[in-house]
């Protein structure tokens, strides 16, 4: 009952399924993408160089993304991103159906894409609470990790099938046409004032020259300020950073050697993938189911150390179906837990005026340690496949206890309060 009113909301409704549409597209293009450049270059190399090239923009922009979502609005920052892809990925749709194909073009999408990244992760992490009230935001995120979730197991099996029987061109195609209609379900938001031009504290320079080189700097520097100030911005930081860590490299190369001690390889990595995003999409229909408790710092805590534990664990599972069935029932709470818990915790308790910086700052994290996880545990696992499922589950764990040791930590809750700058 309660989803069900959630979706008599047209708006929510509208944007929901326009970014879960363009999220399938997305992922069913990444392995036309994918193939495409390594199709026309024969050069594993030059793919990764293409990777590399898309996640610095994605990197280097990101708290500029979040100045400007805060300064301009969601909705506009959104709509563009939408906007600017759908053409990048039309150019080199028609490209490829022309046969006029250019390795210069796999590096000027990856710029595009990593560019709107950028723009557009702290702006989709800032629309909710503009879509939905305050008591409906935990099912709304869990909605969204639905939609996600589905994409994430759909996408490639329709991107591989696309390939195989229509074509490059027409999986770009589909993508642009996903963005568009998302751009379309965007653009039925109604305007609001920008958080930025309210009201906004001292540190924040007030309403300022909106838009100039010098007030976008003042906004990153007041949004740097006000997570180092923010008890609940640091706890956040904490957790993507420990989680970070962990997974990154696990799912990077701790699953594929752990798969290769089993029987059928190939298959088993498969299986385990699968059973993850199985759990993941039943967690996220759990929370929308359930919503979610107030205590948010206890189910955070217990969820942290419930997955350094489980890591410690995985590497020790007897056959392929004990690890799928762990990574299927760790994957549901996680979904249920951090997914869904973690952003409607920062969507509930971030002022409106600093909500897409204080999402750029904790996307920043996965930016920065993404590599370093997967160097380590790539380190690690050569002297044993065991030893690296042990050290994924040290950052966990030492995170768990420092915040189960505190007080107020364990205390934390979603209120419609946001804490004080």
Same mark, same amino acid.
């Given at each position: 009952?309660?989803?069900?009113?959630?979706?008599?909301?047209?708006?929510?409704?509208?944007?929901?399924?326009?970014?879960?549409?363009?999220?399938?597209?997305?992922?069913?293009?990444?392995?036309?993408?994918?193939?495409?450049?390594?199709?026309?270059?024969? $050069?594993?190399?030059?793919?990764?160089?293409?990777?590399?090239?898309?996640?610095?923009?994605?990197?280097?922009?990101?708290?500029?993304?979040?100045?400007? =979502?805060?300064?301009?609005?969601?909705?506009?920052?959104?709509?563009?991103?939408?906007?600017?892809?759908?053409?990048?990925?039309?150019?080199?749709? %028609?490209? $490829?159906?022309?046969?006029?194909?250019?390795?210069?073009?796999?590096? @000027?999408?990856?710029? *595009?894409?990593?560019?709107?990244?950028?723009?557009?992760?702290?702006?989709?992490?800032?629309?909710?609470?503009?879509?939905?009230?305050?008591?409906?935001?935990?099912?709304?995120? #869990?909605?969204?990790?639905?939609?996600?979730?589905? !994409?994430?197991?759909?996408?490639?099996?329709?991107?591989?099938?696309?390939?195989?029987?229509?074509?490059? %061109?027409?999986?770009?195609?589909?993508?642009?046409?996903?963005?568009?209609?998302?751009?379309?379900?965007?653009?039925?938001?109604?305007?609001?004032?920008? @958080?930025?031009?309210?009201? @906004?504290?001292?540190?924040?320079?007030?309403?300022?020259?909106?838009?100039? !080189?010098?007030?976008?700097?003042?906004?990153?520097?007041?949004?740097? *300020?006000?997570?180092?100030?923010?008890?609940?911005?640091?706890?956040?930081?904490?957790?993507?950073?420990?989680?970070?860590?962990?997974?990154?490299?696990?799912?990077?190369?701790?699953?594929?050697?752990? *798969?290769?001690?089993?029987?059928?390889? /190939?298959? =088993?990595?498969?299986?385990?993938?699968?059973?993850?995003?199985? +759990?993941?999409?039943?967690?996220?229909?759990? %929370? #929308?189911?359930? !919503?979610?408790?107030?205590?948010? +710092?206890?189910?955070?805590?217990?969820? =942290?150390?419930?997955?350094?534990?489980?890591?410690?664990?995985?590497?020790?599972?007897?056959?392929?179906?004990?690890?799928?069935?762990?990574?299927?029932?760790?994957?549901?709470?996680?979904?249920?837990? $951090?997914?869904?818990?973690?952003?409607?915790?920062?969507? =509930?308790?971030?002022?409106?005026?600093?909500?897409?910086?204080?999402?750029?700052?904790?996307?920043?994290?996965?930016?920065?340690?993404?590599?370093?996880?997967?160097?380590?545990?790539?380190?690690?696992?050569?002297?044993?496949?065991?030893? +690296?499922?042990?050290? #994924?589950?040290? /950052?966990?764990?030492?995170? +768990?206890?420092?915040?189960?040791?505190?007080?107020?930590?364990?205390?934390?809750?979603?209120?419609?309060?946001?804490?004080?700058?």
């Amino acid at each position: 009952m309660p989803s069900r009113a959630l979706f008599r909301n047209r708006v929510f409704r509208r944007v929901w399924a326009g970014e879960a549409l363009s999220g399938l597209g997305d992922l069913a293009f990444e392995v036309a993408f994918l193939w495409l450049v390594l199709e026309h270059t024969g $050069s594993p190399a030059l793919l990764a160089a293409v990777l590399v090239v898309q996640a610095v923009p994605r990197g280097v922009l990101m708290l500029l993304g979040g100045a400007v =979502t805060d300064r301009v609005s969601p909705r506009t920052v959104l709509l563009a991103c939408h906007l600017v892809r759908a053409a990048a990925v039309l150019a080199l749709g %028609a490209a $490829s159906a022309a046969g006029q194909v250019h390795t210069w073009q796999f590096f @000027a999408l990856g710029l *595009a894409a990593g560019a709107a990244e950028a723009f557009s992760v702290p702006a989709g992490g800032s629309i909710l609470p503009q879509l939905v009230p305050h008591d409906d935001l935990a099912r709304a995120n #869990a909605w969204v990790g639905f939609g996600e979730q589905g !994409g994430r197991l759909a996408g490639p099996v329709l991107g591989g099938a696309l390939v195989v029987w229509a074509g490059t %061109a027409t999986a770009a195609w589909f993508n642009a046409a996903t963005f568009l209609a998302a751009a379309a379900a965007i653009a039925s938001v109604p305007r609001r004032q920008p @958080a930025a031009e309210r009201p @906004a504290p001292a540190a924040d320079g007030g309403p300022g020259a909106a838009g100039t !080189g010098s007030a976008l700097r003042r906004d990153i520097t007041a949004g740097l *300020a006000y997570a180092r100030r923010s008890r609940d911005v640091r706890t956040v930081l904490l957790l993507v950073g420990a989680a970070t860590l962990s997974y990154a490299g696990l799912f990077a190369v701790g699953l594929p050697a752990l *798969a290769a001690t089993y029987p059928d390889g /190939p298959m =088993t990595l498969g299986l385990l993938v699968s059973a993850w995003g199985l +759990g993941q999409l039943l967690g996220s229909a759990a %929370a #929308a189911a359930t !919503g979610l408790p107030e205590r948010w +710092g206890l189910l955070i805590v217990g969820m =942290t150390l419930t997955e350094g534990a489980a890591f410690a664990v995985l590497g020790f599972a007897p056959t392929a179906w004990g690890a799928a069935a762990l990574l299927a029932m760790l994957g549901f709470g996680v979904a249920y837990s $951090s997914d869904v818990a973690l952003p409607t915790y920062v969507q =509930t308790r971030t002022p409106p005026e600093y909500l897409g910086r204080v999402n750029s700052v904790i996307y920043l994290p996965r930016v920065v340690l993404e590599p370093v996880s997967v160097a380590l545990m790539g380190v690690v696992v050569a002297a044993g496949v065991r030893w +690296g499922f042990a050290a #994924a589950a040290v /950052p966990m764990l030492a995170v +768990g206890l420092l915040l189960a040791a505190d007080p107020r930590a364990r205390g934390l809750r979603t209120t419609p309060t946001a804490e004080p700058g």
